[in-house]
């Protein structure tokens, strides 16, 4: 775990420190494309989900886009099937939850390469490099696993020299937004809307037919479909900008934005996603391109901390049990079971007590114990013979989606009876008499999923095992 750590801050350092772009004419205004650095539900648009405390998300995406670049005076028509300018962009996004319900993030966007066929003057860079620095921050006030809200501030901060678009010497620009997203049947769907308040230098010389951008309301809109058997994706995003005042801009471009996005996410592991999608403007605006064509991963890690205070383990079962109209009594509830086994130092409370342990239990993809966790798994023999004993034990084992159901059928089988093996060693070891007939271990596959299949913490807790306890 601490090399992934150490490779993901030499990553970030060298974005960091990457060389800065030089633009005669244009600057990071003419990038609409910014994958969020979180890395769930959606690519550009936040939904209210938060990571979860220790999880963290590195992501890497590239673009291309065609005809983005704008051109100034000459406001003749750009053509959709004529490439008139490309340029290839690079984002590198870091994400952490730190607290339930509250993340950060960073970004680093890079421009890699720029193509400019055209005599006419043109915006465009003067040089490839950094362009700025994105930092967000992202706390959800209200809601569940179907949708809730959730407010975002985050701050860019500009790289580039030379920029009109922006003006000499310019302050950080700031955006204040609310995420709102629901989810209808199986289709989950995503709205942002805020404020974007500007810190635009002063004009710069040379170009007084550009007066630096001033502040702009944005929105975005966003839709997904995950789809079980294939363990993929769906995303439509619709994202845009209008001015709050109208600046001197002579341009084939109009200072309001609108760009259509559809694309793919694809779990090649548990916590690896490869994303490829396409998009084109729907409203000829500054830094709409007339296609753009976008591919990148997200690789998650963790939680490297608060798995002590997991409560996302038991909510989730309680809301899959309410939605199953099962009502709440002590025979439903759960309690979570840590590393160090010490929700067994109590003693027992009912004749009928369920437990869950997250899949840290496990490697992944492998059904044999890790030895970290012979400790927690003593302590419940232990508790299970405290008193007048158990009559029986059902140990269930469940996994997320990721690959087919007969395939993790049988990897939850092979969990539970992993687990029930070492149980009852240590039982018959401490009480000769036990049978292995009061331990059953039963294996459900991905059938009974209690979070969201689609991203890497709704599938962290739906890869469990869960103990049900009669005495």
Do not use: C
């Amino acid at each position: 775990m601490m090399k992934q750590l150490v490779k993901i801050s030499i990553l970030s350092a060298l974005f960091l420190f990457a060389s800065t772009s030089q633009a005669n004419v244009v600057g990071a205004d003419t990038q609409n494309f910014n994958p969020i650095t979180s890395g769930v539900d959606f690519v550009t648009v936040h939904s209210s989900e938060t990571l979860q405390p220790g999880v963290i998300n590195a992501g890497l995406f590239f673009n291309y886009a065609i005809n983005s670049l704008a051109n100034i005076e000459d406001v003749s028509t750009q053509s959709r099937d004529e490439i008139i300018d490309s340029l290839v962009s690079m984002d590198f996004n870091l994400g952490v939850g730190l607290l339930k319900n509250w993340e950060v993030g960073v970004s680093f966007p890079q421009v890699l390469s720029q193509d400019v066929d055209n005599p006419a003057f043109r915006a465009q860079f003067a040089e490839t490099g950094s362009t700025e620095v994105r930092a967000n921050t992202k706390f959800r006030f209200w809601g569940d696993r179907d949708g809730g809200g959730a407010v975002i501030l985050s701050m860019n901060y500009p790289l580039i020299d030379n920029n009109p678009f922006t003006g000499e010497e310019p302050g950080p620009t700031f955006n204040f937004q609310f995420a709102l997203d629901g989810t209808i049947e199986r289709v989950a769907i995503g709205a942002n809307v805020g404020y974007r308040l500007r810190n635009s230098g002063e004009r710069v010389t040379g170009f007084n037919n550009i007066e630096p951008f001033q502040d702009q309301l944005i929105g975005s809109l966003a839709a997904s479909y995950y789809i079980t058997e294939i363990d993929t994706k769906i995303i439509a995003e619709l994202f845009g900008a209008i001015p709050t005042q109208e600046t001197e801009f002579e341009s084939d471009r109009d200072l309001s934005s609108l760009e259509l996005l559809v694309g793919l996410k694809y779990d090649v592991l548990s916590n690896l996603a490869l994303h490829v999608g396409a998009g084109t403007e729907i409203y000829q605006g500054a830094a709409s391109p007339d296609w753009r064509v976008y591919g990148g991963i997200n690789y998650n890690i963790g939680p490297l901390f608060g798995i002590e205070e997991d409560t996302e383990l038991v909510e989730s079962i309680e809301i899959t049990q309410m939605n199953a109209g099962i009502p709440p009594d002590e025979s439903t509830e759960y309690k979570v079971i840590d590393a160090e086994g010490s929700i067994f130092d109590q003693e027992p409370t009912a004749l009928v007590e369920n437990f869950v342990a997250r899949d840290i239990l496990f490697e992944f993809d492998k059904d044999v114990v890790k030895r970290e966790f012979f400790p927690a798994l003593a302590k419940l023999a232990n508790y299970l013979l405290k008193g007048d004993g158990f009559k029986k034990l059902i140990i269930t084992g469940h996994t997320d989606s990721i690959g087919s159901d007969a395939y993790n059928q049988g990897l939850s089988e092979r969990r539970a009876k992993s687990v029930k093996r070492l149980l009852y060693s240590v039982l018959k070891a401490k009480r000769p008499n036990i049978k292995r007939k009061q331990i059953q271990a039963v294996g459900k596959g991905e059938r009974f999923p209690i979070a969201d299949n689609g991203n890497y913490q709704g599938r962290q807790l739906n890869r469990r095992v869960e103990f049900r306890i009669y005495r």
